[in-house]
T-cell receptor, first 116, second 109 residues
């Protein structure tokens, strides 16, 4: 059983299009995240969501929006795609955001987005 | 600003020992983490240090000195499968993970 799964794994699209990446976790975790890993390999947090509170990295353009239909899902919608959006997007989950949080994130396999 | 520094790339020999260093400057500290990421795959959790000292877990050990803003990951008895990127991350006072760019470790026979 895949703990954190995201689809699609590869996505090639044209500038200006709108696309979505889906993420599901079956670990019963309270918090889910979206990360962007660019060509320089830095992992940058985009969003964290714990079914009550959405935390947004202020550097993320508002073309990016997370949608959580329930605790096990956090989808990423991207409007008006730009060339600089090309990257690998990782979904992750963790048991808690703070308190006893040990920092262990469980990552999905990543979705490689290429914008032409 | 917040900053995590680690070497870009290191090379070691199969069966040997390698130490990957990480220095950090962050707004507060709630723990330091090491993750392993094989090429084209997701990062996987290796270790978590919040107190000073050495944490040993099999062939891998992680050390932390909070006063120096310094950590290292020690890998013993290197195997070819240890070829990967090793990511250092620090949790700041807002419980946000700040990531380094990773150290690409190349293991040679």
């Amino acid at each position: 059983d895949t703990a954190v799964s995201q689809t699609p794994k590869y996505l090639v699209t044209q500038m200006g299009n709108d696309k979505s990446i889906k993420c599901e976790q079956n670990l019963g975790h309270d918090t889910m995240y979206w990360y962007k890993q660019d060509s320089k390999k830095f992992l940058k947090i985009m969003f964290s969501y714990n079914n009550k509170e959405l935390n947004i990295n202020e550097t993320v353009p508002n073309r990016f929006s997370p949608k959580s239909p329930d605790k096990a899902h956090l989808n990423l919608h991207i409007n008006s795609l730009e060339l600089g959006d090309s990257a690998v997007y990782f979904c992750a989950s963790s048991p808690q955001l703070a308190g006893t949080f040990t920092g262990e994130l469980f990552f999905g396999e990543g979705s490689r987005l290429t914008v032409l | 600003g917040q900053n995590i520094d680690q070497p870009t790339e290191m090379t070691a020999t199969e069966g040997a020992i390698v130490q990957i260093n990480c220095t950090y400057q962050t707004s507060g500290f709630n723990g330091l983490f090491w993750y392993q990421q094989h090429a084209g795959e997701a990062p996987t959790f290796l270790s978590y240090n919040v107190l000073d000292g050495l944490e040993e877990k099999g062939r891998f050990s992680s050390f932390l000195s909070r006063s120096k803003g310094y950590s290292y990951l020690l890998l013993k008895e290197l195997q070819m499968k240890d070829s990967a990127s090793y990511l250092c991350a620090v949790m700041d006072s807002n419980y946000q993970l700040i990531w380094g760019a990773g150290t690409k470790l190349i293991i040679k026979p």
